[in-house]
């Protein structure tokens, strides 16, 4: 059970440049999240889903798309990266929303964009 | 609505020390409390959880925390730190409704000294 993995660990982009985030997990969870992590600011929702086919924006959605064809799977695309999303994003699962599961967090991905 | 305020950014305390951070919530509903903790390089994982039953919650190495509705807080505490217990922690807040979000507050840094 390897809980909720994401690749890669650490990613340098040039602005303009596209690329996505990898989620898996393999708890059979059915909510699934992104969250950006910047210091001082905590951890702000980006998007999220409650299922396969069904996603929705979080805080901070604006430069980022979500599709949920599995259960398993959650990547996170940037479109065109800028610096400001320099950040630290998190992946995150429940078996259902947040109202009052667990939220089980991946390793994290280290965005650099230049 | 929700939000969570942390009040102080860092606590810094001696091993063997009490700790205490401090939390305070708002929402519109019934919420949710959580205390996440994230060791340096890490992901996210729960210390401990309210979800209307006890009002003093336990959570993992030996830390605790109160719900008090009037105060609208959720501190977290633990009667004597260890080397291992440094880190940043976040409360976080939701409404308890169906697929709702979380909320994070923004942190607080625990430094403890020998």
């Known amino acids: 059970n390897a809980g909720v993995t994401q690749t890669p660990k650490f990613q340098v982009l040039k602005t303009g440049q596209s690329m996505t985030l990898q989620c898996a997990q393999d708890m059979n969870h059915e909510y699934m999240s992104w969250y950006r992590q910047d210091p001082g600011m905590g951890l702000r929702l980006i998007h999220y889903s409650v299922g396969a086919g069904i996603t929705d924006q979080g805080e901070v959605p604006n430069g980022y798309n979500v599709s949920r064809s599995t259960t398993e799977d959650f990547p996170l695309r940037l479109l065109s990266a800028a610096p400001s999303q320099t950040s630290v994003y998190f992946c995150?699962?429940?078996?259902?929303?947040?109202?009052?599961?667990?939220?089980?967090f991946g390793p994290g991905t280290r965005l650099t964009v230049l | 609505a929700q939000s969570v305020t942390q009040l102080d950014s860092h606590v810094s305390v001696s091993e063997g020390t009490p700790v205490l951070l401090r939390c305070n919530y708002s929402?519109?509903?019934?919420?949710?409390l959580f205390w996440y903790v994230q060791h340096p390089n890490k992901g996210l994982q729960l210390l401990l959880k309210?979800?209307?039953?006890?009002?003093l919650v336990k959570g993992i190495n030996g830390f605790e925390a109160e719900f008090k509705k009037s105060e609208t807080s959720f501190h977290l505490t633990k009667p004597s730190a260890h080397m291992s217990d440094a880190a940043e922690y976040f409360c976080v807040v939701s409404d308890r409704q169906g697929y709702s979000t979380l909320t994070f507050g923004k942190g607080t840094m625990l430094l403890v000294s020998p």
């Open positions: 995150a699962s429940s078996r259902l929303g947040g109202g009052t599961d667990t939220q089980y």
């Open positions: 309210y979800t209307s039953a006890a009002t």
């Open positions: 929402s519109s509903y019934s919420p949710s």
